[in-house]
């Protein structure tokens, strides 16, 4: 099993609709989880971090299910500008100073 | 307020030429990271720097080398170049492991 999986999509959903796309991981010691936002060719910019059951932030929801060992990221009332690709983010533990980058799931709004 | 600073944020390359990647962050940030990003793949590690002195290999090190030069420069070298490393080369510094990343703008090198 990878580290991190994600769906790379494409996910194309219109405008105003409610999309949620989920991250596996492996590592059940991991203990913080993120999610960045990647727009074409730029740096990646945190979006949401994720230390407990979840984290909410305006539109955007995330969830943290240990038990199955995955993250979810919901975003509402979707805008053209939320396309972009959402990574997750898995840091190691065990005292690696290293995370994990999901490939990442490309979300396209569609007018 | 400057974050993560890259140089430069364009070259252009001859096959066997060498380059130094700079990378600085103003954060007072102990851990720092250099990543390749290829089309359509994710980010992968080249090497990181737990903390200043301190240097390990990534996932992808082959072909380069980096150096700590303190806390706040993480530079990252091709000693020499081939097409394989055309890539977009991103910085980044955290504070620590289970902080998030901050990433610089990236460098887009392409190798002739």
């Known amino acids: ?111 | 307020n400057a974050g993560v600073t890259q140089t430069p944020k364009f070259q252009v390359l001859k096959t066997g030429q060498s380059m130094t990647l700079q990378c600085a962050q103003d954060m007072n940030h102990n851990s720092m990271y250099w990543y390749r990003q290829d089309p359509g793949m994710g980010l992968r590690l080249i090497y990181y720097s737990a903390s200043e002195g301190t240097t390990d290999k990534g996932e992808v090190p082959n072909g380069y080398n980096v150096s700590r030069l303190n806390k706040r420069e993480f530079s990252l070298r091709l000693e020499s170049a081939a097409p394989s490393q055309t890539s977009v080369y991103f910085c980044a510094s955290t504070v620590r492991t289970n902080q998030p990343q901050h990433f610089g703008d990236g460098t887009r090198l392409s190798i002739l």
Do not use: H
Request: proline share 5%; charged share 20%.
């Open chain 1, 1 to 111: 099993r990878k580290e991190v999986e994600q769906d790379p999509g494409p996910f194309n959903v219109p405008e105003g609709a409610t999309v949620a796309f989920n991250c596996t991981y492996s590592n059940s010691a991991s203990q913080s989880f993120f999610w960045y936002r990647q727009d074409c060719r730029k740096e990646p910019k945190l979006l949401m971090s994720v230390y407990s059951s979840g984290n909410e932030d305006g539109r955007f929801t995330a969830q943290l299910n240990r038990a199955s060992q995955y993250i979810s990221l919901l975003i509402r009332d979707s805008k053209l500008s939320d396309s972009a690709t959402y990574l997750c983010v898995v840091p190691l533990s065990g005292g690696y100073q290293k995370v994990t980058f999901g490939i990442g799931t490309k979300l396209q709004v569609i007018p």
